[in-house]
Nanobody
Framework: QVQLVESGGGLVQAGGSLRLSCTAS????????MGWFRQAPRKEREFVAA????????YYAESMKGRLTISRDNAKNTAYLQMNSLKAEDTAVYYC???????????????????WGQGIQVTVSS
């Protein structure tokens, strides 16, 4: 079993930046991807970004491309999501997710992931 814990959320003014972290613990992470999703009030959970764990290849939601950087530290079993130029509409609960290594992608698909963090609130004030 893999546990995912997010950190780094909070309140930020529009135009500001935040860096979220997601650390995997428990059984050694052996999946292909770690991803970030978000869910705003009364909306469905949506894809934000993902990273291929071995190569560092990245995937971004088109709507947020240019404002995001996803990275990872394999030694720390941690993925990071740097978010810049934040807008009020970025306000949501952000979730980290990881697959179980049984299938390769697609990393943009919510149903692909086996493990989920508890979520962390990001609030952008306008």
């Amino acid at each position: 079993q893999v546990q995912l814990v997010e950190s780094g959320g909070g309140l930020v003014q529009a135009g500001g930046s935040l860096r979220l972290s997601c650390t995997a613990s428990g059984r050694s992470f052996s999946g292909f991807f770690m991803g970030w999703f978000r869910q705003a009030p009364r909306k469905e959970r949506e894809f934000v970004a993902a990273i291929r764990w071995s190569s560092g290849g990245t995937y971004y939601a088109e709507s947020m491309k240019g404002r995001l950087t996803i990275s990872r530290d394999n030694a720390k079993n941690t993925a990071y999501l740097q978010m810049n130029s934040l807008k009020a509409e970025d306000t949501a609960v952000y979730y980290c997710a990881a697959d179980d290594g049984m299938k390769y992608g697609p990393p943009q698909n919510l149903d692909y992931y086996h493990y989920w963090g508890q979520g962390i609130q990001v609030t952008v004030s306008s």
